[in-house]
């Protein structure tokens, strides 16, 4: 890194990818990147090109020398990169709103994390982030590799349970956009909220909120609920359960206590052609028309609609972190390990299970903080995401029909044995192209 | 014990009772059986009377110097007993038809031990299961207590967590049933056939079959899974799921995995006034008009009907067991310890939870044999269900409704917090009688 | 209760007596002490007549209406009784002379809870204690049993794991004379010290010091061992070590930590006949003639001497806040179990085993707080000690040679297989009459 | 590997180099060496070339066409090569003869493992390691790291607990000279005995024996203890100790159970000059004698005398496996992790912790097989030198002072506040040249 950082981002021909310009060029003091390095496939080449021209002219219009390079060769662009980021979507959006409509169609929930939907998207993606780590593994075996490709739970056991790499973080939004809307909620600036997050992948809790050294944290459960009461509009938490649940749950933890509602909800917006996806798609299609505006030199307002807001700003503070060595406080994916003091950091899990919580983050990576044991009540329903992760990574990777069935069986919003074979059908057909490993 | 064994029974009223009988007659010479005591209370007064005249006349029959004592004094009869049975159901079946018919109404499945039903009749019975286990403290500290009403692992943990009694087993006939039909399916008899069983209450595993020395666990899942196919009526399980689950599910396992299947036909049912508790309650008043017949001095054949075939019967086995100290192995509900060397029986719970489990038998209660780990793809459903039961008996004793929705919450045929709600109010109105904790 | 608390003490006739009467008389309005048992057998009956003569007279002095009775019959004594203590000496103390010298002519250093000593006093210990809580689930099932005869731990795993009684509470006076040095070395009342201690009994640390809010424990480490290095005289900690330890060791630490020096030391006293039992048999001897004194109505100051200081007045205290349902916190050897939310309170031990640590007291008996995990670099010795306990405890039920062979072997102070024979054979036959399952 | 395989063995000048010469040479139909590097230091020049020797004449005997490189530049070896192995030995025999008189000197037992010899190995060690495996990262990504420097244990957890690099597996010849010894004691050949092993390095037990699918444990321990007692020179296992331990412990568990015996006859040789360490140099110095005659062109008869043996044919056999994805069971160190279904091997240690222990061996490398839980009385002691593996590898990496006593203090064999100390400060200053982590 003597002659400045090298970025490699897979997947760079995404609608993120400008966030992720901005985050570098705001940071280019203390994190001088010299080279980011888009890289994506043949299919995704108009839009890589797209994209890269809209880096280029931020880029210039900030001033600093900073190179951005295309290319659909993956191992050219590796060699010597110090840091790579992955945020590709195999099959892209279309192959997403297979994942969404068909489930649906028989009744089920899901999106690219939960139910078949996220089993499906962790089958195409799993084979393709393994081997993206055995070509670091050679061509840059001192780069990190930051993944916030879904469904990061399912990725990360992938890589920890089936290889040996092990430099490998990833990353969500969610605890962020917590983070910030408790800020909201208590009238403070986020920074003066110290809140302690500990859980699995979209299913993350805030267990601890901390404001001038106080303990505030059954304060903040009360008007978090007191809110989403007022809220007429929209499922909202029942106040008595956040209380009797003693830990601030996230937004897709709705999926697993309110099935019935946002099934209901969902039902609606397919009959409509609004599942998650293709709504995605819309502030895409309108994402790229702006892109390729040439006198467009910032980040489009528009991007912060698109879901991932946050996203790949997280991803320029983490790398930040870790180049300098930083030893701050971010929320992140990785084994739940501490130290030979203090081993693990979340006593539900098994010291190699990969979780979602707050960590120290140095040049080594990061190291989870000690959370101590989440609630017996939720023991449960984190115990079957776990189960749900693992046994679908070991589906991705053996490509076994019996062990794929057996994850959308254990998933909590399948709940029937009917539709979980018929779904498998459908979506092992419509992915096809996809999933060799199942088609040997 | 020195003149004859003192066996109480609390709830001898219920139509179980003459199996009981029958049970101790067959095993009088090992087990001298002296005194039996019928508990019951008011309500329950005439039906034990018509329990305790066919007794007699089995008794009788047989020409033992086995007394039957009737009593609603529940501690004039525990003073000295050796063995106390408790199969009383707080409410009687008119409550345990509000526990289903009340949940389906809104869409949620469950009986007296799954979902909604079943944290309702155990709020109902652990406190009066306590009140029991003080009085024996008190009146007959070297006695055990062999529990069989439902929800046995709940009503379990309720015991082991929030009191010091330890001399209770929980008892259940789903896996002598189980035995019973898997050494069918190899043309066996039961006892050539070696089975061990593992996981919870209304939720066992079969992990291993064994005969003539040989482990043919793999060719009986195969077995049971083609018989099932042929079985073309009824919910059966698909093959490919369950030779990669790799144990055998029990026929409550179906209420999870095929939660959409079971709730269709209970739906049915349910219009046509046929809910499960409906249909026993049935049985029972034709049971009873046969017991009044003063010329019957056996067992009907019309109670193995009635659902707890052999419950009765496995009790007198255990008691059996326990009093000649015979050291064979049982399946029964006890906590996860074997001893200091092994120390638990099944590696996915804490040492102190209870498990169901092959168990040896001696003069020192139950201990079960070394089951291992069972597989990642059922931790998930079985911490579930381990936190339901644990929430669950927490809220029993508290009266605390916040945790009540809690426990709703967390369970996984619940699945919405609106319908956890109305239900949660609904039930605690309808069995207000019964729930004086929650209404202090 | 209605009429005034019963309080029945084994082992009455020991010197520790006076101060636990002492005690009681101080907290007559809170806890107020109808009849105090004093049982002791048949060989203690003299200085049984004097403790309780000394003790008529201090409860006269004081003007209150508590009786004191005495009797060598313990079956009488129990009957309805609220708390009972155990402060017997099964052998009395020149058993314990004889734990001492006897390893220690062959180099083996020990204690009453220590090496090859220890085994033997809960060999002695355990049988006894089991047949009282036999007693007590018969006489009185509501009392507890508040043990502080040693080995506290062994005798406590003893009962945990070998029978179904709960009610029993382990007492050291070790973790409050740590409390009143660490709050004398900050200049501070012990009130004003909030110390949370963690580990195993006589292995017990203290891991976290908080003043006025904030966290002092480093601050205190640095000043324990500086003022350990003043202190010329005597064994002391290495400032460098115990930093990086992180947590208080107690005093009993240094037979492990320091076994050489002390063994030096031990083999001095040895010559001198002044192993610690014979150090304490001299200081009884005289606190006896002290309390024939006609005139005497109150505790002697000798008696603080003794060693076993604040033992009593400890128990006192803890049976006052189990009376009074007070809730505050006190160190005492329990499960290690919290409750459904957080069920481990140290999590290198099983969640039955016993510890020694910070409890919440209530009319409930005593639940420990969460400690969180101990230092890696202490699990060793802890696990060593933890082993111990149970195969101690195992081989003082089983009454088997080898266990008791293995028991010796595994304790890290005997070091020698061919020692361990010896010793094994020398101290059987020197405690046969104390021993008699090993004799059947 | 398509051209055939490329070794590379670090410490290449060790005297262990012909058997490893041998073993390939013997396996090269399924194993084709075409290259191996010798790589060693400049100051192991002479050896390094004397062995290499050796090795061309055996090759050229053998008629097959591997290649013997020799190098001084590890960098030059590494690229593109398949497996590497490490024997070197930092500081040679003279730093291990220091490891092994200085702490003797103070009365504390210990060797290349035991005690302070074995935490200044280690600190001397892992630095050299974690290099390694950094170039490896860089230059032979895919290459298996067959580390048989000692101590194993310590180094492995150094890799694992501090780095990313996971394709590391350690060798010892413990395992197979038990196995063989068993194998002996009951007239059979090895291939017909199935020996379970589970533990630590140099802490490893035979957990069960199974000969002609029949279980003789028992049997086998029972002997093994009669044949030692036979044997009535040396330091023989106590039958009735061994009976109740259960399991068969290794030549190493004598350092612990037998300390004192241990000592007095290492205290002999150390008077006479003839340390394990001076002992090994003295057979190594006539070993490079018979090397140097050019018409020898096997591996001398002597070699078997050295201390390793076994050692060499292990890590060919090991790499044939990986090579050949056999699928054999052999025995090495690796973490404790099986799969998702059974996640741990042994339930005594975290998932992430280093154990010896039984492995299925693949193109994958190393998995445990499922060897349950080792008993209680064997607990205490595996987590004390787990503990010690853990605090020693950090200090070899932190180099702080303090950390290192701590290692010192918690290891069973040193008991001494005081000699730790000193011990500490002599062999720092003994190895300066070698730890310059401590000398920053």
Same mark, same amino acid.
């Given at each position: 890194?003597?002659?400045?950082?090298?970025?490699?981002?897979?997947?760079?021909?995404?609608?993120?990818?400008?966030?992720?310009?901005?985050?570098?060029?705001?940071?280019?003091?203390?994190?001088?990147?010299?080279?980011?390095?888009?890289?994506?496939?043949?299919?995704?080449? $108009?839009?890589?090109?797209?994209?890269?021209?809209?880096?280029?002219?931020?880029?210039?219009?900030?001033? %600093?020398?900073?190179?951005?390079? /295309?290319?659909?060769?993956?191992?050219?662009?590796?060699?010597?990169?110090?840091?790579?980021? /992955?945020?590709?979507?195999?099959?892209?959006?279309?192959?997403?709103?297979?994942?969404?409509?068909?489930?649906?169609?028989?009744?089920?929930?899901?999106?690219?994390?939960?139910?078949?939907?996220?089993?499906?998207?962790?089958?195409?993606? %799993?084979?393709?982030?393994?081997?993206?780590?055995?070509?670091?593994?050679?061509?840059?075996?001192?780069?990190?590799?930051?993944?916030?490709?879904?469904?990061?739970?399912?990725?990360?056991?992938?890589?920890?349970?089936?290889?040996?790499?092990?430099?490998?973080?990833?990353?969500?939004?969610?605890?962020?956009?917590?983070?910030?809307?408790?800020?909201?909620?208590?009238?403070? !600036?986020?920074? $003066?909220?110290?809140?302690?997050?500990?859980?699995?992948?979209?299913?993350?809790?805030?267990?601890?909120?901390?404001?001038?050294?106080?303990?505030?944290?059954?304060?903040?459960?009360?008007?978090?609920?007191?809110?989403?009461?007022?809220?007429?509009?929209?499922?909202?938490?029942?106040?008595?359960?956040?209380?009797?649940?003693?830990?601030?749950?996230?937004?897709?933890?709705?999926?697993?206590?309110?099935?019935?509602?946002?099934?209901? +909800?969902?039902?609606?917006?397919?009959?409509?052609?609004?599942?998650?996806?293709?709504?995605?798609?819309?502030?895409?299609?309108?994402?790229?028309?702006?892109?390729?505006?040439?006198?467009?030199?910032?980040?489009?307002?528009?991007?912060?609609?698109?879901?991932?807001?946050?996203?790949?700003?997280?991803?320029?503070?983490?790398?930040?972190?870790?180049?300098?060595?930083?030893?701050?406080?971010?929320?992140?994916?990785?084994?739940?390990?501490?130290?030979?003091?203090?081993? !693990?950091? %979340?006593?539900?899990?098994?010291?190699?299970?990969?979780?979602?919580?707050?960590?120290?983050?140095?040049?080594?990576?990061?190291?989870?903080?000690?959370?101590? +044991?989440?609630?017996?009540?939720?023991?449960?329903?984190?115990?079957?995401?776990?189960?749900?992760?693992?046994?679908?990574?070991?589906?991705?990777?053996?490509?076994?029909?019996?062990?794929?069935?057996?994850?959308?069986?254990?998933?909590?919003?399948?709940?029937?044995?009917?539709?979980? !074979?018929?779904?498998?059908?459908?979506?092992? +057909?419509?992915?096809?192209?996809?999933?060799?490993?199942?088609?040997?």
């Amino acid at each position: 890194m003597k002659n400045g950082v090298k970025i490699v981002t897979i997947g760079g021909g995404s609608s993120y990818t400008p966030e992720l310009v901005e985050g570098f060029i705001k940071r280019f003091d203390s994190l001088p990147v010299k080279e980011l390095w888009l890289v994506d496939i043949l299919a995704g080449k $108009e839009k890589l090109d797209i994209v890269a021209g809209l880096a280029r002219r931020m880029v210039k219009k900030a001033g %600093i020398p900073m190179e951005i390079h /295309t290319t659909l060769d993956r191992r050219e662009a590796l060699e010597g990169a110090d840091f790579v980021t /992955t945020q590709l979507r195999v099959g892209g959006l279309s192959a997403r709103i297979k994942d969404e409509r068909i489930p649906l169609s028989h009744g089920i929930l899901g999106q690219e994390t939960n139910g078949a939907g996220g089993l499906f998207k962790g089958m195409r993606t %799993i084979p393709v982030i393994i081997d993206i780590c055995k070509d670091m593994e050679e061509l840059c075996p001192k780069a990190w590799l930051i993944n916030f490709t879904n469904p990061v739970g399912m990725v990360m056991e992938g890589i920890v349970k089936h290889t040996n790499f092990r430099k490998i973080i990833g990353l969500c939004n969610v605890p962020i956009g917590m983070h910030k809307a408790i800020a909201d909620l208590m009238d403070r !600036k986020m920074e $003066e909220v110290e809140v302690t997050f500990g859980g699995l992948n979209h299913m993350v809790f805030a267990t601890k909120v901390v404001i001038d050294g106080v303990d505030v944290t059954k304060e903040v459960i009360k008007k978090w609920a007191d809110q989403t009461v007022k809220n007429i509009k929209g499922i909202v938490w029942e106040p008595d359960f956040l209380e009797a649940l003693g830990v601030l749950p996230c937004s897709y933890h709705r999926y697993y206590y309110m099935t019935k509602e946002y099934l209901a +909800e969902a039902m609606e917006k397919l009959k409509e052609h609004k599942v998650r996806a293709e709504f995605v798609k819309e502030v895409e299609d309108k994402l790229f028309e702006i892109y390729k505006d040439p006198n467009l030199c910032e980040k489009p307002k528009l991007l912060e609609e698109r879901g991932g807001a946050y996203y790949s700003d997280a991803a320029c503070s983490l790398i930040d972190s870790i180049y300098n060595d930083r030893g701050d406080i971010q929320v992140v994916n990785t084994v739940n390990y501490i130290n030979s003091d203090n081993h !693990k950091a %979340i006593q539900n899990f098994e010291v190699n299970e990969v979780i979602e919580a707050s960590c120290k983050i140095t040049k080594d990576g990061a190291v989870p903080v000690e959370i101590g +044991e989440l609630p017996k009540a939720v023991n449960g329903l984190i115990q079957q995401i776990k189960s749900f992760e693992i046994i679908g990574s070991d589906a991705a990777v053996s490509g076994d029909k019996k062990e794929a069935l057996l994850a959308l069986m254990i998933n909590p919003l399948v709940m029937s044995q009917e539709t979980a !074979k018929i779904v498998l059908d459908e979506l092992l +057909e419509a992915h096809k192209d996809y999933l060799p490993q199942f088609f040997k």
